[in-house]
């Protein structure tokens, strides 16, 4: 199985944090970029005008990527001179992702291996910025640029955190495992199965896990074993389909859309079906989407629904878990789903999320949970306030054989 490189989709990039003049195009001067003489050692030397580039902006707040196909050209202003240095310019045109870019903002510029650009604007103190930040290994950018050279083809190998990032960007990263197709055709035919019997069969096909001694490594195991299949079976799907084309843009955009979606919704259902199967095999109760307070459905309440509605029973032995793949603002969804419950528990697999929203879940009273293997995504600061898998179900076993007890009394 390949698990790919991050230089298989960047060779080099360059970052800095947008200025006044950057961003406000009333005051840049033909919409340039400031400061790009360190760019030379990325650019080069040469003219090279309407460089084919994709523009795109993130924001926590936008459900969606901004995204347009444009250009940008660098040429060196003095290049007739002879008698002066050279002083180059990098210019671009006026883009849907240029108009929502503000001062403080991140601007990351990638070379692509096919030689063209991507300009990456990230709102300024963003999860998504600094989850780019960790996803290239460089430092909190400056008003003026810094350039990562070659990135090596036998670094920063992906891994889940790292492939989350590149598909935000619109980057369709390679995970395919050719070696259980004809297994997957012979058991599910040409349609894809429901969430839960796809992950019983990506159970399946690791075997054993070490649920009890790594709850946190089990986890991740699963959950990418999972991604893996679903992508190697909904290429082979999809693919005949790709093949034949479509007669509209309108047709391939609506066609596009519905695989982004199926995508998502099988992550988080995966998800929680894998977290469901981990609680039953550790011996935890558990009931997953009960019912409480206005209709609501939280994601897991410990150790029951029937407990939950029991006014003698305990609330300090009640847990809530809310289950999000990614978080983005939907992380706000869960502090009303058990009235009950005041502490609250939020299981993401998102990587680095921004210390201002770390610090409002804490006023919020939710409690993140990552596998321990993202907690390094996040920064010193953050991580002490973090629990793993582990931790969780530390707590969880506790709650339960204290209420076991006293039930018993």
Same mark, same amino acid.
């Given at each position: 199985?390949?698990?790919?490189?991050?230089?298989?989709?960047?060779?080099?990039?360059?970052?800095?944090?947008?200025?006044?003049?950057?961003?406000?195009?009333?005051?840049?001067?033909?919409?340039?970029?400031?400061?790009?003489?360190?760019?030379?050692?990325?650019?080069?030397?040469?003219?090279?005008?309407?460089?084919?580039?994709?523009?795109?902006?993130?924001?926590?707040?936008?459900?969606?990527?901004?995204?347009?196909?444009?250009?940008?050209?660098?040429?060196?202003?003095?290049?007739?001179?002879?008698?002066?240095?050279?002083?180059?310019?990098?210019?671009?045109?006026?883009?849907?992702?240029?108009?929502?870019?503000?001062?403080?903002?991140?601007?990351?510029?990638?070379?692509?291996?096919?030689?063209?650009?991507?300009?990456?604007?990230?709102?300024?103190?963003?999860?998504?910025?600094?989850?780019?930040?960790?996803?290239?290994?460089?430092?909190?950018?400056?008003?003026?640029?810094?350039?990562?050279?070659?990135?090596?083809?036998?670094?920063?190998?992906?891994?889940?955190?790292?492939?989350?990032?590149?598909?935000?960007?619109?980057?369709?990263?390679?995970?395919?495992?050719?070696?259980?197709?004809?297994?997957?055709?012979?058991?599910?035919?040409?349609?894809?199965?429901?969430?839960?019997?796809?992950?019983?069969?990506?159970?399946?096909?690791?075997?054993?896990?070490?649920?009890?001694?790594?709850?946190?490594?089990?986890?991740?195991?699963?959950?990418?074993?999972?991604?893996?299949?679903?992508?190697?079976?909904?290429?082979?799907?999809?693919?005949?389909?790709?093949?034949?084309?479509?007669?509209?843009?309108? $047709?391939?955009? &609506?066609?596009? /859309? =519905?695989?982004?979606? !199926?995508?998502?919704?099988?992550?988080?259902?995966? *998800? %929680?079906?894998?977290?469901?199967?981990?609680?039953?095999?550790?011996?935890?109760?558990?009931?997953?989407?009960?019912?409480?307070?206005?209709?609501?459905?939280?994601?897991?309440?410990?150790?029951?629904?029937?407990?939950?509605?029991?006014?003698?029973?305990?609330?300090?032995?009640?847990?809530?878990?809310?289950?999000?793949?990614?978080?983005? $603002?939907?992380? &706000?969804?869960? /502090? =009303?789903?058990?009235? !009950?419950?005041?502490?609250?528990?939020?299981?993401? *697999? %998102?990587?680095?999320?921004?210390?201002?929203?770390?610090?409002?879940?804490?006023?919020?009273?939710?409690?993140?949970?990552?596998?321990?293997?993202?907690?390094?995504?996040?920064?010193?600061?953050?991580?002490?306030?973090?629990?793993?898998?582990?931790?969780?179900?530390?707590?969880?076993?506790?709650?339960?054989?204290?209420?076991?007890?006293?039930?018993?009394?």
């Amino acid at each position: 199985m390949r698990s790919g490189h991050l230089s298989d989709y960047f060779r080099q990039i360059a970052w800095k944090r947008l200025t006044a003049v950057d961003a406000d195009q009333h005051r840049s001067h033909q919409h340039e970029f400031g400061g790009v003489g360190a760019l030379r050692t990325m650019l080069g030397e040469e003219d090279r005008r309407n460089i084919p580039t994709t523009f795109i902006y993130l924001a926590d707040d936008d459900p969606e990527p901004l995204r347009e196909q444009a250009w940008l050209s660098w040429y060196d202003t003095r290049r007739k001179q002879s008698h002066r240095g050279p002083e180059y310019r990098l210019y671009f045109p006026d883009t849907v992702v240029s108009d929502n870019a503000t001062e403080g903002d991140l601007l990351i510029i990638g070379v692509r291996p096919d030689d063209s650009l991507m300009a990456i604007i990230a709102e300024g103190g963003s999860t998504i910025a600094g989850q780019l930040l960790w996803l290239f290994g460089v430092d909190h950018a400056h008003p003026g640029y810094s350039v990562k050279g070659e990135i090596e083809t036998n670094q920063l190998s992906l891994e889940f955190a790292s492939r989350f990032i590149l598909e935000e960007l619109g980057v369709d990263v390679e995970s395919a495992d050719d070696d259980y197709l004809d297994q997957m055709n012979q058991r599910f035919g040409t349609s894809f199965p429901g969430t839960r019997e796809f992950s019983n069969y990506a159970r399946e096909t690791l075997g054993d896990l070490d649920v009890k001694g790594d709850p946190d490594g089990a986890l991740m195991a699963l959950v990418e074993r999972e991604e893996v299949l679903f992508r190697t079976f909904e290429r082979h799907l999809i693919g005949d389909q790709l093949q034949e084309g479509f007669d509209e843009v309108d $047709d391939f955009v &609506r066609f596009s /859309l =519905s695989v982004q979606n !199926r995508r998502k919704k099988r992550m988080g259902a995966a *998800l %929680e079906n894998h977290l469901e199967h981990m609680f039953q095999k550790l011996g935890i109760r558990a009931d997953r989407n009960p019912v409480t307070e206005g209709k609501s459905k939280p994601d897991f309440i410990f150790p029951g629904i029937t407990e939950y509605r029991d006014p003698a029973f305990e609330t300090q032995r009640l847990t809530m878990l809310g289950v999000k793949s990614t978080c983005k $603002d939907r992380w &706000r969804q869960v /502090l =009303s789903e058990a009235d !009950r419950i005041p502490d609250k528990h939020l299981l993401t *697999l %998102e990587p680095s999320i921004s210390l201002a929203q770390t610090d409002e879940m804490r006023r919020q009273r939710l409690q993140l949970v990552l596998p321990s293997r993202l907690h390094g995504t996040y920064a010193q600061s953050q991580q002490s306030s973090l629990l793993s898998i582990s931790m969780l179900v530390e707590i969880l076993h506790d709650r339960d054989s204290i209420a076991r007890s006293s039930s018993i009394e």
